[in-house]
């Protein structure tokens, strides 16, 4: 069964160069091969560099391709051609099968890419003086981890994903190579190190190669600068790791060799969307409405819109005041995340008469908050992903990673929780569906001016503690940088549960009251 599941992966292989897209084919390996040999002698320069900069580069790339190889899969919708379902009706040993595909899965192109650049980073280990067996016990760990991480990816993806990926999610990919590869260049772009990294970098780059993520190269780089309880960590890390890949791969197999799946129609695959991606409950049906309504409906473009470009413009008056540009570069960042934050603050309101159905459906509270978060969510984590290192890029101080992003996080999750509490106390009214977003529309009472004012007060408020140790860290430098940022995120996520708990029971009492001011106003 070996040889012959090898040798059909063989011939699958050989068989990508015959048929109609033979040109494609040969172009596309043509760039996967020029991609690997440039990835390869970049790899290989870092030998000359300091174990740091090696260390940063390597890890947090090895961390992106895990991932890569992890959620790619899920996200893409690649077909699997040792999809194990392929093989059942030949009634195959299904303890045996696990491990027969994932050593076919070493023969393909990825994986082959995937050799040639471990390969590389095993020979920079040993330059920097690692010992030769531990640097290739490394490399075979994060190999394997890697592949088999590629398959655990193909087969969520093949049993629980929709088998035609729709636009929506192709546009959440896209997304997602944007958050990385974009931060990522920019970051990249802007090294002038020197030999020393920064700091806050190098301690971020430390506690990634402690995760599973990059576990491997974690221990490859620990034992290159002589770091020992760093290297049981990731050793251990990396060990559990692929365990538990290892685990997670033979049950799937053998789940999807004896499972026999209900059989669905095109009709049910395809046409829904958003509705169709997320889970099929109260939450990812209003989850799903919002995405559709925050993609589609000029009031919530234009909202997305104005706030970065508000944020940006806040520098300029401070320019003219006199205010340091090192300064000055620094605001856009939390302005962003306070006005994503209060964007959701009257939501209810934009729904108008649609709001019914969550009325007629006796939808409950924690849905309906977090349901209607998820857009924001989409939306101000790329942009302030993609903010903070260009901000960091300006200044050149990359020591204020972490408290900018403590910072980003405690104002954004802050307003979160504030708005998911105003948006149901204090609703006021907005342009009708179809009308200008420019529209002013008229108010019968002016109670809307207390809520909107309450979600950008009370946030600024709850974030003090966090502005001040932010500042700390600008004036005096980075030993309060840690202190600032899991002050931000513990501060952001309290008020993000607490606020939508509260804003949840509320709205499970207020349903009439809301649907009469949705009719009304």
Do not use: K
Not at 336 to 361: C, E, K, Q, R
Not at 419 to 431: C, L
Not at 454 to 483: D, K, Q, R
């Amino acid at each position: 069964m070996v040889a012959h599941v090898l040798r059909l992966r063989i011939a699958l292989l050989f068989g990508a160069l015959r048929g109609n897209h033979l040109t494609r084919t040969i172009f596309g390996l043509l760039g996967i091969v020029a991609a690997t040999v440039i990835v390869c002698i970049a790899v290989l320069s870092l030998a000359d560099a300091t174990t740091a900069v090696a260390r940063t580069v390597i890890v947090l790339g090895g961390a992106a391709v895990f991932l890569a190889f992890l959620v790619g899969p899920m996200l893409t919708g690649a077909i699997d051609q040792l999809d194990p379902r392929r093989f059942a009706a030949f009634g195959v040993d299904e303890r045996r099968m696990p491990w027969i595909l994932a050593l076919a899965s070493l023969i393909s192109v990825p994986s082959f890419a995937l050799m040639a650049v471990t390969t590389c980073v095993t020979i920079v280990g040993i330059r920097l003086g690692v010992p030769v067996y531990a640097a290739v016990l490394a490399g075979v760990i994060g190999l394997l981890t890697f592949v088999l991480a590629a398959r655990v990816g193909m087969a969520i993806s093949a049993s629980w994903l929709p088998e035609r990926r729709s636009r929506e999610l192709t546009a959440l990919f896209t997304l997602a190579i944007v958050v990385v590869a974009f931060p990522v260049a920019v970051f990249l772009a802007s090294l002038e190190w020197q030999g020393s990294v920064p700091v806050a970098v190098a301690a971020a780059t430390t506690i990634v190669g402690a995760t599973p993520v990059a576990a491997p190269v974690g221990l490859l780089f620990a034992l290159a600068a002589g770091d020992t309880a760093g290297a049981w960590i990731s050793g251990l890390v990396a060990a559990a790791t692929l365990a538990a890949i290892t685990a997670a791969w033979v049950w799937l197999v053998r789940r999807m060799l004896t499972t026999t799946e209900r059989p669905v129609t095109a009709r049910e695959r395809t046409g829904l969307g958003w509705f169709g991606l997320l889970p099929s409950n109260a939450f990812g049906a209003i989850a799903a409405r919002s995405l559709v309504y925050w993609l589609r409906d000029r009031r919530y473009i234009v909202n997305i819109v104005v706030v970065p470009v508000a944020g940006v413009l806040t520098v300029f008056p401070l320019l003219v005041a006199g205010v340091p540009f090192e300064v000055a570069v620094l605001v856009p960042v939390p302005v962003m995340a306070l006005f994503f934050g209060w964007l959701p603050h009257n939501d209810i309101a934009y729904d108008s008469t649609a709001f019914w159905v969550h009325v007629a459906s006796g939808v409950r509270g924690l849905p309906d908050r977090f349901g209607r978060l998820i857009p924001v969510f989409l939306v101000a984590v790329p942009a302030l992903a993609i903010a903070v290192p260009v901000t960091l890029a300006l200044t050149g101080d990359w020591r204020l990673l972490l408290p900018l992003s403590g910072l980003a996080v405690c104002l954004f999750f802050a307003g979160l929780g504030l708005s998911s509490v105003v948006s149901v106390i204090a609703p006021y009214a907005v342009s009708r569906p179809g009308d200008s977003p420019f529209q002013q529309p008229q108010r019968a009472a002016s109670r809307g001016a207390f809520g909107q004012a309450g979600v950008f007060v009370g946030a600024i408020l709850l974030a003090v503690p966090t502005i001040w140790l932010f500042s700390l860290a600008v004036l005096e430098g980075g030993e309060h940088a840690w202190t600032a940022f899991w002050v931000g995120v513990g501060t952001g996520i309290g008020v993000l549960l607490v606020g939508t708990a509260i804003g949840g029971r509320i709205f499970e009492h207020s349903g009439e009251r809301l649907m009469e001011f949705v009719e009304t106003a």
